[in-house]
T-cell receptor
Framework: DTGVSQDPRHKITKRGQNVTFRCDPISEHNRLYWYRQTLGQGPEFLTYFQNEAQLEKSRLLSDRFSAERPKGSFSTLEIQRTEQGDSAMYLC???????????????FGAGSRLTVL | AQTVTQSQPEMSVQEAETVTLSCTYDTSENNYYLFWYKQPPSRQMILVIRQEAYKQQNATENRFSVNFQKAAKSFSLKISDSQLGDTAMYFCAAKSNTGNQFYFGTGTSLTVIP
């Protein structure tokens, strides 16, 4: 297993366009998180899944944002009608389910950097 | 919800010296986890060290150790024998035992000077 993979690493788009990011977590990790990180700030929680169920969403997540994890493996984060304020690094992380040794540790991917012009 | 505060936006240390990064947090939970993550420039975030609140003994990982003061809600990171590769952003984070979210501070940018 090569860790958490994110694609694309960089995306430049024009305002109003839709973008989609993909995250492939560590295979035995049931939990998957999306975070957003702007320059000079810490990661801000967006949403998280346990298997295919989206169990929690941040109030920061406007209705232009949608995330899925259809088969409990990879996840996608889509941003519709992008705005300049959406420019940020989008981080994916995964962890094991409660009770497992690594249940309370996040393993991060390298992130997908979005620039909205 | 938990809040995590890092009051040192930037720090520097001479190579081979020791540096301490500060972190305070606020929680109403009795059992929780605290973390320090490292994010090198243009690279992914990796776990440095983890502390479980019910454990009184401070966690250590090689050159990295923490000073966990539960009553004061303080969780500082000490880096001994600093190396150039320690140059990175360091984020303090907290997670309750019952919740699902990890809460991060705003980070401290550490530069190790040769």
């Amino acid at each position: 297993d090569t860790g958490v993979s994110q694609d694309p690493r960089h995306k430049i788009t024009k305002r109003g366009q839709n973008v989609t990011f993909r995250c492939d977590p560590i295979s035995e990790h049931n939990r998957l998180y999306w975070y957003r990180q702007t320059l000079g700030q810490g990661p801000e929680f967006l949403t998280y899944f346990q298997n295919e169920a989206q169990l929690e969403k941040s109030r920061l997540l406007s209705d232009r944002f949608s995330a899925e994890r259809p088969k409990g493996s990879f996840s996608t984060l889509e941003i519709q009608r992008t705005e300049q304020g959406d420019s940020a690094m989008y981080l994916c992380a995964s962890s094991q389910t409660p009770g497992a040794t690594g249940a309370n540790v996040l393993t991060f991917g390298a992130g997908s950097r979005l620039t909205v012009l | 919800a938990q809040t995590v505060t890092q009051s040192q936006p930037e720090m520097s240390v001479q190579e081979a010296e020791t540096v301490t990064l500060s972190c305070t947090y606020d929680t109403s939970e009795n059992n929780y986890y605290l973390f320090w993550y490292k994010q090198p420039p243009s690279r992914q975030m990796i776990l440095v060290i983890r502390q479980e609140a019910y454990k009184q003994q401070n966690a250590t990982e090689n050159r990295f150790s923490v000073n966990f003061q539960k009553a004061a809600k303080s969780f500082s990171l000490k880096i001994s024998d600093s190396q150039l590769g320690d140059t990175a952003m360091y984020f303090c984070a907290a997670k309750s035992n019952t919740g699902n979210q990890f809460y991060f501070g705003t980070g401290t940018s550490l530069t190790v000077i040769p």
